[in-house]
């Protein structure tokens, strides 16, 4: 059966384009949909989720479109600089991080900022919510990778790290996570918050994508996209994706095999078929378009029939062992329903003088 999917890429040229894809084919091809001049600077990030797609920009704006009717639905409006990442978690929420440090969380039922929490000294610089919900990583430009309990806002602990990171992501089961700086993909254990291994990729790192709990897509200033196996600690596939660096990768499971989909600055977006198996092949073309724009940030939309999963209030934790026990168990959290500006809390706080003044 065929399935229903849109490519979405931003650009340098402030453009967003949509392309309908037909899978039902031998070979896959990707009609343009649409073509909209959402920003007024260049496009820095997107995501989506099953109904809406998000872009970023270094305009400051986050700008909606809802996937399903077919419309643009507003633009947020809360980050005073370039919005450097943006991750829905379900169908319920969305984070957003951007060069004046906030880290905010927005509910997709009437798009409130529910929480502005100030996550960094200098730019946050990506983030990523647990599976579970309950927390989410963030890295910025102060040096730090910091996690956030999302029932109160509230940092639950901060890790100083030696170089400034730029990617932050959780493996699919929540087991693990890898925190990119430059060409190094460092591999975190959960409970012990601290590095297992390190991966070096021999130019710097654009993009990174799970497509299962053991492999990572590894994307960077080449036209080359490796497969790393998180237990070998090594590359263990390697293709010639694109005639110039790639900026962006993103996938999807099909019935038996995964879709990995790349983004370059050659104006191409490529759909690969990649059997997840232990021998790993390396892909087979499925199919291309050329947008003839230099793309900078690329999202996948593909409903899905997910069951929504009732939430549940979770437990502060302040030490990598709270948090892994708390994260074993499968409830889902509610945010909170106000707005919060958060002091950074790495720094303790002057008590009053008598008089309260």
Request: hydrophobic content about 35%.
């Amino acid at each position: 059966m065929a399935a229903v999917l849109e490519l979405v890429a931003g650009s340098y040229e402030q453009v967003v384009f949509g392309y309908r894809v037909k899978t039902d084919e031998h070979e896959w091809t990707a009609k343009a949909d649409f073509t909209h001049h959402a920003h007024s600077a260049s496009i820095s990030a997107a995501a989506a989720s099953e109904r809406f797609v998000v872009t970023g920009s270094r305009d400051e704006t986050i700008q909606l479109y809802d996937m399903k009717k077919r419309v643009e639905h507003g633009a947020l409006l809360h980050h005073d600089g370039t919005i450097t990442c943006l991750e829905f978690y379900g169908t319920s929420h969305l984070l957003s991080g951007g060069e004046d440090g906030l880290l905010c969380v927005w509910s997709t039922k009437k798009w409130e900022c529910l929480k502005s929490i100030k996550a960094h000294k200098g730019h946050v610089t990506s983030l990523s919510v647990h599976p579970s919900g309950k927390i989410a990583l963030s890295v910025g430009t102060d040096k730090t990778l910091r996690t956030w309990n999302l029932i109160n806002g509230r940092s639950a602990f901060i890790k100083n790290i030696k170089q400034n990171a730029h990617i932050v992501r959780w493996s699919p089961d929540g087991s693990k996570y890898v925190v990119v700086a430059d060409d190094k993909v460092n591999i975190y254990d959960l409970e012990t918050a601290s590095v297992t291994a390190t991966v070096t990729n021999p130019k710097r790192i654009s993009s990174i994508k799970f497509l299962n709990d053991s492999l990572l897509a590894v994307a960077g200033d080449d036209e080359i996209v490796r497969i790393c196996e998180m237990g070998k600690e090594e590359f263990v596939c390697e293709f010639k994706a694109h005639e110039t660096r790639v900026k962006a990768v993103d996938s999807f499971h099909m019935e038996d095999y995964c879709v990995l989909v790349t983004a370059s600055n050659d104006g191409f977006i490529k759909m690969w078929k990649l059997h997840l198996k232990e021998e790993l092949e390396p892909p087979t073309l499925l199919g291309e378009v050329n947008t003839t724009a230099r793309l900078t940030c690329l999202a996948v939309w593909k409903p899905s029939s997910a069951p929504q999963i009732a939430e549940e209030p979770a437990a502060e934790a302040t030490t990598s062992e709270e948090l892994a026990r708390e994260l074993s168990k499968t409830k889902r959290v509610r945010i909170s329903m106000e707005e919060v500006i958060l002091e950074d809390e790495s720094k303790p706080k002057k008590k009053k003088k008598d008089g309260g003044k």
